[in-house]
């Protein structure tokens, strides 16, 4: 007989139904990729109103970043504890809050805090919903849903291009930047409390009557047969709370498996400091070579806008070359492509060329990156698992901006600085080859501590 968590897995896809629930848990990463690239769209404006440093504008994005850090290990912990789709809107909501406030900033030092407790509110939104959507998804589509959730992160990003150049010179523009967004992540948040409860993770908590009805409820409605199942009795959690819980989990996923986690926490250090190095300074950069805001925004906007396309082609390659060779390749020819704009920099057309390169080559690597960080754990480390790897990218890439500004960029120049970043990525990539394995194909879960041999299920075997 079949559990509960296989019925879900094993579900035909209807777009009305797991479809439902891809569009508002993308809509929520949509924000989150709109916040950060708002960081790099800021820096100069903020310069120029505050009269800033190179090295204080890169605290704009340090601050936020730096948020996001504590946010997606605090979220990631209170998905796993109380459930995700609690975290699932109480996320946008403080998002939302203190983004209002953040436009209303009278000084720099006040503005700082209050886009780093932004960030924590929308630092959950990553691990929680890829937790949620990858939960809901079935195993046959379930790469190909993750990596197209991915699919938002550019159309936010490129939406927030767009709209930060149509304020270029209208008074307090900056401010309105930040404004924009409060009244859709509001609207989100109420649309975001009729989503249901995840059925995999009820399992995993015994509330057994309410995963039954999910679970009938999702048979009835995606028109699969009804067979009967079994909710597997849950083990029992005597662990502590809070910071302690955050730290128990932190244990959790080194125990579970030290090299598993060593290379999710790689893959997201160097491939995530490369892209945000890239859209938080490019605007910055194209400044200085002469370009004006609104050039250097447009320029920027059109890194994004290709990585749709990328994104696009990731999720059509995702499951056929698998999760690790897709990562592999792209990752290191993003790297070099932003070397080679960094060496082009002077020169417009080649300059774009190359921006638009990378553009696409990250966004074939990052969506495979996230539906392969989501699936190497099991469901009771799932959204942690998930939540502590992007917490390390955040916060690397918190302090980067400041590095990159005051350090990086003055004392080695730019093709030294993306060269030495490329060499990261080339390195994490190749541990990957050697100490994780695939996962396309894998069953979620096939008990809460898979044996070492079974973590992750070959294609052939799964099926």
């Known amino acids: 007989m079949k559990t509960g968590d296989q019925i879900v897995q094993d579900l035909p896809w209807r777009w009305s139904v797991q479809g439902r629930i891809f569009i508002i848990g993308g809509l929520g990463y949509l924000f989150d990729a709109y916040d950060i690239a708002l960081n790099g769209f800021l820096m100069p404006l903020l310069g120029d109103h505050f009269d800033l440093t190179l090295a204080e504008r890169g605290l704009v994005a340090t601050a936020n970043l730096v948020g996001m850090a504590v946010g997606a290990v605090v979220w990631g912990a209170v998905a796993d504890r109380i459930g995700r789709k609690q975290a699932f809107s109480v996320?946008?909501?403080?998002?939302?809050?203190?983004?209002?406030?953040?436009?209303?900033?009278?000084?720099?030092?006040?503005?700082?805090?209050?886009?780093?407790?932004?960030?924590?509110?929308?630092?959950?939104c990553i691990p929680v919903d890829y937790a949620l959507v990858g939960e809901f998804s079935p195993r046959k589509y379930r790469g190909r849903v993750l990596t197209a959730l991915d699919l938002w992160w550019p159309i936010g990003v490129t939406l927030c291009g767009l709209v930060a150049t149509g304020f270029v010179g209208v008074a307090g523009d900056w401010r309105w930047m930040l404004a924009t967004m409060v009244l859709p992540a509001l609207l989100l948040f109420w649309v975001r409390r009729g989503?249901?409860?995840?059925?995999v993770y009820l399992t995993k908590k015994g509330r057994e009557a309410e995963a039954?009805?999910?679970?009938?409820?999702?048979?009835?409605?995606?028109?699969?047969?009804?067979?009967?199942?079994?909710?597997?009795?849950?083990?029992?959690?005597?662990?502590?709370r809070g910071v302690a819980a955050a730290v128990q989990q932190l244990v959790g996923i080194w125990r579970f498996d030290p090299r598993i986690t060593s290379v999710a926490w790689l893959l997201f250090a160097t491939i995530m400091l490369v892209y945000y190095a890239a859209l938080s300074w490019m605007p910055s950069i194209l400044k200085e070579e002469g370009q004006g805001d609104t050039a250097a925004f447009m320029s920027t906007t059109i890194m994004s806008a290709v990585g749709i396309a990328g994104v696009l082609l990731s999720t059509a390659l995702v499951d056929i070359v698998g999760r690790k060779w897709l990562i592999g390749v792209s990752a290191p020819l993003a790297a070099a492509a932003l070397v080679a704009?960094?060496?082009?920099?002077?020169?417009a057309t080649p300059s774009v060329v190359a921006i638009a390169v990378f553009g696409l080559l990250a966004q074939l690597a990052i969506p495979a990156l996230y539906a392969y960080a989501a699936e190497l754990y099991p469901t009771h480390l799932r959204a942690s698992g998930f939540g502590w790897a992007s917490s390390v990218s955040r916060t690397l890439t918190g302090f980067a901006p400041l590095l990159f500004g005051s350090v990086m960029w003055p004392l080695l120049g730019l093709p030294v600085t993306f060269a030495v970043l490329g060499a990261a990525v080339l390195a994490a990539v190749v541990w990957m080859a050697i100490a994780a394995p695939e996962t396309k194909g894998a069953v979620l879960d096939a008990s809460d501590e898979p044996a070492p041999e079974t973590r992750a299920v070959p294609e052939a075997a799964a099926t």
Do not use: C, K, N, W
Not at 98 to 119: E, I
Not at 222 to 230: C, F, Q, W
Not at 341 to 347: D, E, G, N, S
């Open 91 to 124: 996320t946008l909501l403080i998002f939302a809050l203190f983004s209002a406030l953040g436009a209303l900033a009278p000084v720099y030092s006040v503005f700082l805090l209050l886009r780093f407790l932004a960030g924590v509110g929308l630092g959950g």
């Open 195 to 199: 989503i249901p409860e995840s059925p």
């Open 212 to 240: 039954r009805e999910v679970i009938d409820d999702l048979v009835a409605r995606t028109g699969a047969p009804v067979e009967p199942y079994s909710i597997p009795a849950p083990q029992q959690e005597t662990g502590p």
């Open 341 to 347: 704009f960094a060496v082009v920099r002077h020169m």
